[in-house]
């Protein structure tokens, strides 16, 4: 399977589509200038309010609504990061004291955030959720820096291996190589894209991320007030770092500073394939180019087609989302137990990626058409099962109720991306009304008059709907041959089914427009 990454830079934006076998997958957009609360930045935060029935406070990271962190998001080891944060100063050697900092007391399950929190006291935090609707961001002092083939844990002791390696001797190579190379007080994640790699590689990486740790440690030695300590990456190498593999054929950037930044990243955690990097030099849009608008477009509004006259209908509420499966006008040539189920699974297949292309999360619930055999029913099950298994994000996917009901919950760290497809009538300008047909003629020949007139202009083209075009030329006395014996000048009506109905639009004999 190809997958090409498209990257298009704005002024004002940077929008990441991912495709795959030439079908937009996922769609992505961040500000050029980043504004907001991204997942993973880590802040120097402050203790707002203590909530103890919710066994959770809420802290200030600058944001207009205060942030939120439950007891359990403490993480083990928040004691030592405590202690690390009081006693830092200008006058302290920080490296000492991180080094001489214990990570032996951790804390209990069952605690009380009383004892460990008080309003006004600095923490170190990392967003685990974007704000949504009316919650603040989503908090963790559970600190955690991401790279390519592993994950930095500050103040942890231990080697943790993804289970997706299987291999018990890569494992056993990997935990000793770790272990030989880790500094007293970091712990690491190793990552399934760690597998093979060679000692070289993973030690620079990990420098690299113990070098933006450390670097943040300035940022609050001389003053402790609300303020970002580090970012995590862009979304463009935060897509990079989690998705690229050998699958990946290309990817192509618009921007040239952009081009350089993905370039020297890729070059960085995977230099084999550095080649895949192309700056996209086309005169058309780089998403036209590559279809992604006309996919956009035909992908995020409220009605979604699918196959043969198939549709989804996608709500979106405050608690959940709600995807509505319908038949339309799908010729049943097979029996309805078969339709239903040919429908389900083509439905599936695009329930699946409406979900990474929209970034849905919370609770999904997906209703069906209904199938009488129980075999169908465990079939469409399993095929979206399957189906998910390649979505990043965490999730859960039921079986069908009896009311052909499928509840699927996902991870949700962002609000869902929503973009508006529809656009303003060309007829009513979004009035809902429009001009008596009846004086269409009249409305056009008052145009005609003005450019005749005042624009001292003799020859037009005149381009209108095809039913329009036919009313003006029809028969020998034509209301085109009036307007050219009335106002001596040439017309040449021209029928455009891009038009709407009531939709005109005069031009000079060059057809050039002119302005009304």
Known sequence: ???????????????????????????????????????????????KKLLPSLNAAFVDIGDDKDAFVHYLDLGLNFLAFDRFVRNLNENTDAASLYRDTKID?????????????????????????????????????????????????????KVSISQKITSKDEKKRLERLVYSILPKNYGVIVRTAAEGKKAAVLDAELKSL??????????????????????????????????????????????????????DYVSLIAPDKEKIVHL???????????????QIKGSF????????????????????????????????QKEQEENSYEVNINAADEIARQLRLRDMGGIVIVDFIDMDSNEHRVGLYKHMCELMSADRAKHTVLPLTKFGLMQITRQRVRPATEIDTEEV???????????????????????????????????????????????????????????????????????????ALLQSAWFDKNGEPLDE
């Open 1 to 47: 399977m190809d997958k090409d990454l498209v990257i298009d830079v704005s002024q004002t934006e940077i929008a990441i589509a991912l495709l795959e076998n030439h079908r937009l997958i996922e769609y992505n957009k961040e500000p050029v200038v980043r504004r907001g609360y991204c997942v993973g930045d880590v802040y120097l935060g402050k203790v």
């Open 105 to 157: 007391e951790i804390l209990e399950k069952e605690g009380k955030i009383e004892r460990f929190l008080s309003p006004g006291q600095p923490v170190i935090v990392q967003v685990v959720k974007e704000p949504i609707s009316t919650k603040g961001s989503r908090l963790t002092a559970e600190i955690s820096i991401a790279g390519r083939n592993i994950v930095l844990l500050p103040f942890a002791d």
């Open 210 to 263: 113990i070098n933006k740790w450390e670097d943040s440690w300035k940022k609050f030695t001389s003053n402790k007030s609300v303020q970002q300590l580090f970012a995590e990456n862009s979304h463009t190498t935060t897509i990079l770092r989690d998705l690229l593999n050998d699958s990946f054929s290309n990817i192509y950037v618009n921007d040239e500073n952009v081009f350089r930044e993905v370039d």
């Open 280 to 294: 996209y030099k086309g005169n058309e849009p780089i998403f036209d180019h590559f279809d992604v608008s006309r």
């Open 301 to 332: 509004g409220r009605i979604v087609s699918i196959k043969q006259g198939a549709y989804l209908v996608i709500e979106h509420t405050e608690a959940l989302h709600v995807i509505d499966v319908n038949s339309g006008i799908r010729a049943k």
């Open 425 to 499: 009538c060309p007829t009513c300008h979004g009035t809902g009304k429009v001009r008596p047909s009846v004086l269409f003629d009249e409305t056009l020949e008052h145009q005609l008059a003005y450019y005749v007139k005042e624009r001292h202009q003799d020859n037009f083209i005149l381009k209108v709907n095809p039913i329009c075009a036919a009313y003006l030329t029809k028969g020998i006395g034509s209301i085109r041959r009036k307007w050219v014996r009335k106002y001596k000048c040439a017309i040449s009506v021209e029928a455009d089914n891009d038009y």
